[in-house]
């Protein structure tokens, strides 16, 4: 079988863990493939909300096997502390989680030059997590990282070595912190590391697609915060995109099946950068407030706005999305009149292929539609859909030339409607 891959083609936060955990009885192995704990992935189900960070979102579902995979950078301290969480709910996960000898540890220096960079930067800064993602990725590719499978082969030499770089690099900033305290804690992390299987995780995922095994990939952030295609400099450190997802598992690109990709029915984004549809009124507001728009990991409010189908588009494009899932539909329940960017003006002229830089100069041209102001977080399939909300969908897939399989009502698993289900 080939590997199906899910990934946000926003800014991040569309609703990933939820559709994950939904999609997880059709698979035998849910996989991360990028990203850290700067991932923020909610699940609601039997009245229980969870946050995962670092674990994949199939972890709810009796026997399937997740796995972190090579591409991802893991900070033992949260890890643990998320491993403990899930316990103390009833969820033993040791057999049932596998890591990738590969993937890359955050060291809590890291974290410390995670804030010291941002503080350095000022009003420039990123607005970044703050969990060591960018750090812990600059040390991978300058060559320069400690993996999971170093820790069992002189690991106190490495380790004291990466620290001893990076205290250089603190001091040089003038950055003043305790490292004693997050020091403790990220051992006491590496300890509970060691209870779980570290895999080949390469090897793994080949002889499991070679066995038949159902395998789903799930992103985390946005295509929009792609180190390569997002709004850079304001992205994150990896390649959130579906190519991420063969180098970060180890997966040739023939071995790719379904592309899902996700967007919420607007838009929103956490820390800086550019957002042309983003709404500072009271529009805006009450996005944030009916759709609870606040960061699942750092409680940011985050920034809200009409769907960008230029950005959405050029997302679809570089990920090779063939299903769409619309989440929090239900946030425009009530809204008279919904908005959908479909171009950019640019000093007069209107562009619909996402450019090189979007700035304050970008204005985003909308097409009105009637709102559905209908209730529908109770529906349970496509046939209840009001008039309106259906002219939504089917706009949103001429723009977009690709068929919106999955609609979300509410945060719950139960409040989740296939459509084409007789496919
Ligand atoms: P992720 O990072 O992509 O997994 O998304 P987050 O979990 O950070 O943010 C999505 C938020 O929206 C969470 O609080 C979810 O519980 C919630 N959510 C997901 N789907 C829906 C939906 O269809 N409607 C509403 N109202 N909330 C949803
Ligand atoms: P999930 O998987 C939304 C954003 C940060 C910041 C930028 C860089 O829950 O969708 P980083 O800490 O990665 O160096 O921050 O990326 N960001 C996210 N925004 N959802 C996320 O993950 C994010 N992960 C990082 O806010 O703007
Ligand atoms: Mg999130």
Same mark, same amino acid.
Request: proline fraction near 4%.
């Given at each position: 079988?080939?590997?199906?891959?899910? #990934?946000? %083609?926003?800014w991040?936060?569309?609703?990933?863990?939820?559709?994950?955990?939904?999609?997880? =009885?059709?698979?035998?192995?849910?996989?991360?493939?990028?990203?850290?704990?700067?991932?923020?992935?909610?699940?609601?189900?039997?009245?229980?909300?969870?946050? $995962?960070?670092?674990?994949?979102?199939? +972890?709810?579902?009796?026997?399937?096997?997740?796995? +972190?995979?090579?591409?991802?950078?893991?900070?033992?301290?949260?890890?643990?502390? /998320?491993?403990?969480? &899930?316990e103390?709910?009833? @969820?033993?996960?040791?057999?049932? &989680?596998?890591?990738?000898?590969?993937?890359? %540890?955050? %060291?809590? *220096?890291?974290?410390?030059?995670?804030?010291?960079?941002?503080?350095?930067?000022?009003s420039?800064?990123?607005?970044?997590?703050?969990?060591?993602?960018?750090?812990?990725?600059?040390?991978? +590719?300058?060559?320069?990282? #400690?993996?999971?499978?170093?820790i069992?082969?002189?690991?106190?030499?490495?380790?004291?070595?990466?620290?001893?770089?990076?205290?250089?690099?603190l001091?040089?900033?003038?950055?003043?912190?305790? $490292?004693?305290? !997050?020091?403790?804690e990220?051992? /006491?992390?590496v300890?509970? #590391?060691q209870?779980?299987?570290? !895999?080949?995780?390469? @090897?793994?995922?080949?002889?499991?697609?070679a066995?038949?095994?159902?395998? $789903?990939?799930?992103?985390?952030?946005g295509?929009? &915060?792609d180190?390569?295609f997002?709004?850079?400099?304001?992205?994150?450190?990896?390649?959130?995109?579906?190519?991420?997802?063969?180098?970060?598992?180890?997966?040739? =690109?023939?071995?790719?099946?379904?592309?899902?990709?996700?967007?919420?029915?607007?838009?929103?984004?956490?820390?800086?950068?550019?957002?042309? *549809?983003? &709404?500072?009124?009271?529009?805006?507001?009450?996005?944030?407030? $009916?759709?609870?728009?606040?960061?699942?990991? *750092?409680?940011?409010?985050?920034?809200?706005?009409? !769907?960008?189908?230029?950005?959405?588009?050029?997302?679809?494009?570089?990920?090779?999305?063939?299903?769409?899932?619309?989440?929090?539909?239900?946030? %425009?329940?009530?809204?008279?009149?919904?908005?959908?960017?479909?171009?950019?003006? !640019?000093n007069? /002229?209107?562009?619909?292929?996402?450019?090189?830089?979007?700035?304050?100069?970008?204005?985003?041209?909308?097409?009105?539609?009637?709102?559905?102001?209908?209730?529908?977080?109770?529906?349970?399939? /496509?046939?209840?859909?009001?008039?309106?909300?259906?002219?939504?969908?089917?706009? #949103?897939?001429?723009?977009?030339?690709?068929?919106?399989?999955?609609?979300?009502?509410?945060?719950?698993?139960?409040?989740? +409607?296939?459509r084409?289900?007789?496919?």
């Open positions: 079988m080939k590997v199906d891959v899910l #990934l946000g %083609l926003q991040g936060d569309e609703g990933k863990g939820k559709v994950v955990d939904v999609l997880t =009885p059709g698979y035998d192995i849910i996989t991360r493939f990028q990203g850290g704990p700067n991932a923020g992935h909610t699940l609601e189900f039997e009245g229980q909300k969870y946050v $995962l960070r670092s674990i994949p979102s199939g +972890i709810f579902q009796g026997d399937k096997i997740n796995v +972190i995979g090579n591409g991802v950078v893991l900070d033992p301290a949260l890890f643990k502390t /998320e491993v403990e969480a &899930l103390r709910s009833g @969820h033993d996960l040791t057999q049932r &989680l596998y890591i990738s000898k590969k993937a890359h %540890l955050i %060291l809590p *220096t890291h974290r410390l030059l995670d804030a010291a960079q941002e503080q350095q930067k000022g420039d800064k990123i607005g970044t997590t703050g969990k060591g993602i960018g750090p812990a990725y600059t040390d991978k +590719i300058s060559r320069n990282g #400690l993996r999971i499978g170093d069992e082969h002189d690991f106190e030499v490495k380790y004291k070595k990466a620290i001893a770089r990076h205290e250089i690099l001091k040089q900033m003038n950055f003043e912190y305790d $490292l004693d305290p !997050i020091e403790k990220w051992m /006491e992390g300890r509970c #590391l209870r779980f299987h570290w !895999i080949d995780s390469d @090897h793994f995922m080949n002889q499991s697609i066995n038949d095994k159902k395998i $789903l990939a799930e992103g985390a952030q295509t929009m &915060l180190i390569d997002g709004s850079y400099p304001f992205v994150t450190s990896s390649n959130t995109i579906t190519a991420g997802a063969c180098t970060g598992l180890g997966v040739a =690109p023939t071995k790719i099946g379904t592309v899902y990709g996700i967007f919420k029915a607007y838009c929103t984004r956490v820390g800086s950068g550019p957002f042309p *549809t983003e &709404l500072f009124d009271e529009t805006g507001q009450k996005m944030r407030d $009916l759709g609870y728009e606040y960061g699942s990991v *750092t409680g940011r409010p985050r920034r809200c706005g009409w !769907i960008d189908l230029v950005a959405l588009r050029y997302a679809i494009m570089i990920d090779g999305a063939t299903q769409l899932i619309m989440m929090k539909s239900d946030v %425009l329940d009530s809204f008279d009149t919904i908005k959908a960017c479909v171009a950019y003006r !640019i007069g /002229e209107d562009i619909e292929d996402f450019p090189f830089e979007i700035n304050e100069n970008v204005e985003p041209v909308y097409v009105e539609l009637p709102g559905w102001v209908t209730n529908m977080t109770k529906m349970q399939s /496509e046939s209840e859909f009001p008039e309106e909300f259906n002219a939504y969908l089917s706009f #949103l897939e001429e723009y977009l030339e690709v068929p919106v399989k999955i609609v979300s009502v509410g945060p719950d698993r139960a409040q989740t +409607i296939v084409y289900a007789e496919e």
